[in-house]
Every structure is written in C-alpha cells, then in structure tokens.
C-alpha cells in the first residue's frame, strides 16, 4: 500500500514540474491538522493560498496530534503541523502558541491576572487528550506537582462546556479557544508557557514542488497576521 502511495506521489511530482515549466501552479496539497489549528488558522491560509495559487487543492485531514504524526511517517499527507521540538521529521517553525489556563468565571482564582501552577494543583482538573496531555503533565512535574485529574476529554468543545459549569479548571493553547469567550477566563501562567508549531515532512522525501511553496506562504502569513494583531 505505502509503495503504491508513493508512485501517485511520484506522479503528482512529475505533473506539478510540467504545470511549473509551463508557467501554470497546479497541483494537489495533502495536509494534517489538528483541530486548534483547523479552526484557528486553515480557514485564513486556505483563502490566501487560493487567492495566489486557484489552481492547486488543499486537502485537509484532520486529527489528534498522534494521528498526525502516523499520517506524515505514511505518506497520507504532504505535510502537517507538529509540536516542536521533533527529530524525526525536517520541520519549519510556523507560529508560537501560548497556554492559558481556564478557570469558571465565579471561581476565586477568576480575579487573578495570572497564576502558577502550585496556586491550581489541587484544583479539580479537565485534562485534554487532544495531544496537550504531555505538555500539562510536563509542566506539573517541573513543579515537582502532579494535575488533580476528575474528567478526561477529548473534544475541545466539550472541554470549554465542562470549565463554564464549573466542574472544574484546564489548560489550553490560545489557538483552541473560541472567539467570544464567556463564562469562563483564560488566564497566563505567571512564567509564560508556549508551545511552538511548525510544518513537518519526512526527512528523506523530496518536497513536491507545491509543498515547498505552501509551506514559504504560511510562514509569510502568519508573520503579516501576528505584525497585523500587535
């Protein structure tokens, strides 16, 4: 199966060289997501892309951040968005997201501007299984603490539901985060926490030439957004 995949990619190489020389970008782009990212940034990169190049397809394939990574080692996708840092494939950084952290807005700590860990370790905790578990567990351990875990979801949406009913706090990338955000506050760790996003493809495949140019335009969007918000 994985060597069929790579003729189809082998050919879709050998059209998006001919379209090339004759002046015409056409092609196809497979990309992984996971569901920050599909909400937050796709939907902008998806339009300028267009906009620049209308004759080559985006195709998204969303997932966890485990899912992936398998989908980048199979070949299923051209490339995809990874937490660095990552050996294992080449990546080029694309954004930094930091974590707040989501405390009911009737709870004591809701006045605070900002917290550290040891003011939540005995809170009850809504721990993410999106792919920030390891991140959360890391950042307790550093503190010599370990998150008082009640609930565990995968779902953001039903994450940030369970945080507005109080049934307890979390912690979450900014990209995650809906727009209006009510009910709830997202606070800053006193020391702020981030996690830096980049785009991945394996190490020892040769970049469609398409990929190649999708990966230079996010990186230039999303630097004119971020200038754009400060």
Not at 18 to 28: A, D, F, H, L, Y
Not at 210 to 224: C, L, M
Request: glycine share 6%; with cysteine; net charge neutral.
């Amino acid at each position: 199966y994985r060597f069929a995949r790579n003729i189809v990619r082998d050919v879709e190489a050998m059209h998006q060289e001919m379209s090339k020389m004759k002046g015409v970008t056409k092609g196809k782009i497979r990309v992984g997501v996971f569901p920050s990212v599909a909400a937050s940034l796709m939907p902008g990169i998806i339009t300028m892309f267009h906009q620049a190049y209308p004759e080559i397809e985006i195709v998204i394939f969303e997932g966890t951040d485990f899912e992936v990574l398998e989908w980048i080692r199979s070949g299923a996708v051209d490339t995809g968005f990874v937490t660095l840092p990552n050996k294992e494939f080449a990546t080029t950084y694309v954004i930094q997201d930091e974590f707040r952290l989501l405390i009911p807005i009737r709870h004591g700590l809701a006045r605070c501007t900002s917290l550290e860990v040891s003011q939540i370790a005995r809170e009850p905790f809504i721990m993410s299984l999106g792919g920030c578990e390891l991140f959360i567990r890391e950042l307790f351990a550093e503190n010599d603490l370990s998150p008082n875990v009640k609930y565990e979801v995968r779902d953001m949406a039903t994450l940030i539901a369970m945080v507005r009913e109080g049934l307890g706090i979390s912690i979450a990338p900014t990209l995650s985060l809906p727009p209006k955000i009510d009910s709830f506050v997202a606070l800053p760790f006193k020391r702020p926490a981030y996690r830096q996003l980049a785009l991945a493809t394996k190490v020892n495949q040769e970049k469609l030439p398409v990929v190649e140019e999708f990966i230079e335009k996010i990186r230039s969007w999303v630097s004119v957004s971020q200038l754009s918000q400060s």
